[in-house]
Structures are given as C-alpha cells and as structure tokens.
T-cell receptor, first 115, second 111 residues
C-alpha cells in the first residue's frame, strides 16, 4: 500500500538553483495538493490541482510552479531557489473536494534546505 | 481573515492521564473540523472528523467535541500511553479546496 510517495526525501540547494519535487499517488485521487510546513506556522497550501491538466494557486504560491500532466503525479518546481524556501514540503491527495468532508492523505515529506 | 489557533505550549502528561488539546478558530463557520496526528519526520495522518451538527465524536480512546458557538474544538486522549506522543493538528475547510491547518500541539506522554 504505497499511498502517496514523495521524492526526494532530502535535498540541499544553493541559492538560485532549480529543482523539481515529485509526488505520486496510487489511489486514483482527483485532488492533489502541495503544502509547506515551517516551525510554528502550520501547513500552508502552495498549489493544488482538482484533476489531470489543472492547477491552481494556494495560499503561498510565489516562487513555485506545478504541473499535473498525469492524474497520479503532481510536480512542484522551484525555478530559482531562495533561503526563504527552506522548509519541509508535503504532498497530499483526496478523492473529492475537502468541502465534501474529505480527508487528506499525506506523503512523508521532503526536507529542503537552501543555502 | 480566517485564523486557527492551537495550544501553543507543548503538553507533557503522565501515562494513564487524559490529554486535552484546544483548537480555536475565528471569522468563519466551518461545516466540519478534522484532527490529524503527525509523528517526527512523517506526514500528518487523519484521525477524526466532526461535523457542525455533531457535538461529540469518539474513536477508541480519542474524543472530539465541536462547539460552534464558542468556535472551538477540544481533542481528548484518554488513558494516554507513551505511543500517543506526537503532534496533533486541527484542520478546517474555509472553501471548497483548501484545508487550513493549525500549527499543532506536541504531546509527550511519560511512562
């Protein structure tokens, strides 16, 4: 039972470098989300997708881009990393919209450090 | 804007006692509220959901209450065990797609 899988688990970048975080889910969920978690601030939504080929901005989208070319995958890109993007990134998925009382399934996270 | 606040202090309790966590929210009337558990180095895991028309919900040793007048949810862990040590997050949906989370309360249960 893989659920939601994130790669990589850890990454160190230098300021200005780019990278892509991959999220894959095997539950055939329509909705996928990227959150970041910082100490004392809780999880903040970066971008989300309500289906294959769709993406939308969340609460803190600046500096990030996303793509959902396949239903099971949701990619998060950092084009030019900044130290403020040092954080733990979580991908999540749900079968329907959260407004319908749907719970989220989370991956195990990616610890990203930008030096 | 909407705001979710949880106990900012960590909670340290003796095994067998009841842990009570608080989640307060402002400027909204959500239809339901969720609680998640997060262990170090892991993603949050769903525990319980309570709807606005439900005053109380139970699951094994967990109990959640939801007071929409006070805009508050209480999360109780009864007969606590060291394995209950974790961070607990409350979450609310303020619109169709966004689930907003509190910062969490860390619980440590001493044997």
């Amino acid at each position: 039972n893989a659920g939601v899988t994130q790669t990589p688990k850890f990454r160190v970048l230098k300021t200005g470098q780019s990278m892509t975080l991959l999220c894959a889910q095997d539950m055939n969920h329509e909705y996928m989300y990227w959150y970041r978690q910082d100490p004392g601030m809780g999880l903040r939504l970066i971008h989300y997708s309500v289906g294959e080929g769709t993406t939308a901005k969340g609460e803190v989208p600046d500096g990030y881009n996303v793509s959902r070319l396949k239903k099971q995958n949701f990619l998060l890109g950092l084009e030019s990393a900044a130290p403020s993007q040092t954080s733990v990134y979580f991908c999540a998925s749900s079968s329907t919209a959260v407004a319908t009382n749907e719970k989220l399934f989370f991956g195990s996270g990616t610890q990203l450090s930008v030096l | 804007s909407q705001k979710i606040e949880q106990n900012s202090e960590a909670l340290n309790i003796q095994e067998g006692k009841t842990a009570t966590l608080t989640c307060n929210y402002t400027n909204y009337s959500p239809a339901y509220l969720q609680w998640y558990r997060q262990d170090p180095g892991r993603g949050p895991v769903f525990l319980l959901l309570i709807r606005e028309n439900e005053k109380e919900k139970r699951k094994e040793r967990l109990k959640v209450t939801f007071d929409t007048t006070l805009k508050q949810s209480l999360f109780h862990i009864t007969a606590s065990q060291p394995a209950d040590s974790a961070t607990y997050l409350c979450a609310l949906s303020f619109n169709d797609y966004k689930l907003s989370f509190g910062a969490g309360t860390t619980v440590t249960v001493r044997a």
